[in-house]
């Protein structure tokens, strides 16, 4: 019986183990792709509605969450990055200004570049309602960070007012009324010996009433602070006597190492009964609060002889209110006075005095500040005497 080939005839038997060979192919089947394969069937879950929203509502969440995470970051980096201000530039921020108002004011003000950034970073903060209005001065470069840190912490610009030891009160007052930034009127002026001198800060906005008011508290406390801490003895019997007794030492000197002993001198006075004898007495006494406006320093015997109650030549003890408002060393000085013999002092040509504790003592150093004063004279005359004549020529 024949055999029908089939494909064990091509299988070669090597030792017990058989190989297969592949069965050859024409040549039109070799050239021939092979079929892919078919994609796998998707899944049911995959098709669901359900999962394509969701798997929408997460890609858009994904998207949002990094928009937003870089807006921030942009916005972080606009916030403190440095700003447009080429110089220092003074703003205007005006009293009631909220928010959205004062974010516009930097922008027009060329202070920032983006008003919507300052905003979002100043509510980032939380310090919406914490901007203080005032007059700034903001520095070439300055952040949007640093701007909000500025109006957070009210470093407005300051303006001061100096008031000199022993001025009158209608000589402050006078200032007071004329310093450009100060707002409102004053209607009266107060009393003297009441507005303690000294330098005083205030901001843009700050009213003329509100300084001066700023003044009489300070003189408040510094009297009581000083009396409280007088020595004991004192010929004063109140606060105010201090304050009186201060604004003649205050006139009578002018040099800090001489305040105490010119105290003394008053004290050791009122302590014997002797008059006082001061000649600024005199002068405030004839003009009140104009005596120290202008150069009184020649007292003639015409207001020496005047009766006024504030002459201490023809009064005893102390005059019925201060010739002006002395400084805060003036008033310590009284409350804490040398200890001296002194009765007397008269000026020694050089800005300061001698001290004498007789009469006689005394007579001889006004002598020789008369001739002083007579050689300085005859020297002015001298050197006054070429100028007279060449403008003569």
Do not use: C
């Amino acid at each position: 019986m024949t055999e029908t080939p089939t494909d064990e005839s091509d299988r070669a038997k090597d030792g017990g183990t058989t190989a297969f060979r592949p069965n050859p192919k024409s040549p039109r089947e070799a050239i021939q792709p092979e079929q892919a394969p078919q994609p796998p069937a998707r899944s049911r879950h995959v098709r669901n509605p359900f999962v394509i929203v969701i798997n929408a509502i997460l890609s858009i969440a994904v998207l949002t969450v990094i928009a937003v995470a870089g807006l921030l970051y942009w916005g972080k980096a606009e916030f403190e990055a440095p700003g447009p201000l080429a110089a220092e530039k003074t703003v205007i921020i005006s009293s009631g200004s909220g928010l959205q108002a004062i974010a516009d004011t930097l922008e027009n003000q060329g202070v920032i570049e983006n008003a919507y950034v300052f905003l979002a970073g100043v509510r980032a903060y939380k310090n919406a309602g914490k901007l203080k209005a005032g007059e700034y001065a903001f520095a070439a470069g300055s952040s949007m960070h640093q701007i909000m840190e500025d109006l957070v912490g009210g470093k407005a610009v300051y303006h001061t007012v100096t008031v000199p030891e022993g001025w009158t009160s209608a000589q402050v007052i006078a200032r007071v009324r004329e310093h450009p930034v100060l707002t409102g009127t004053i209607d009266e002026i107060p009393p003297e010996g009441a507005l303690l001198p000294e330098t005083y800060t205030f901001t843009r906005g700050t009213t003329r009433a509100q300084l001066v008011q700023q003044m009489r508290d300070a003189q408040t406390k510094a009297v009581a602070d000083i009396w409280a801490r007088r020595t004991d003895g004192l010929p004063v019997e109140t606060p105010d006597e201090l304050v009186i007794l201060a604004s003649i030492v205050e006139k009578e000197t002018a040099r800090a190492d001489e305040r105490t002993r010119v105290a003394g001198v008053f004290v050791n006075r009122l302590n014997k009964g002797m008059r006082l004898q001061s000649d600024p007495t005199i002068v405030y006494g004839l003009f009140g609060g104009e005596a120290w406006s202008q150069d009184r320093s020649a007292i003639t015997r015409s207001q020496l002889d005047a009766r006024n109650p504030y002459n201490t030549y023809q009064i005893d003890r102390l005059p019925p209110g201060p010739i002006g408002n002395p400084g805060r060393a003036a008033m310590e000085a009284v409350a804490n006075p040398s200890r001296t013999k002194d009765l007397y002092f008269v000026a020694d040509g050089t800005g300061g005095h001698v001290f004498a504790e007789t009469y006689e003592q005394h007579q001889r150093n006004v002598v020789r500040w008369r001739q002083i004063e007579r050689e300085r004279r005859e020297r002015e005359a001298q050197q006054a005497a070429p100028a007279a004549a060449g403008s003569g020529g």
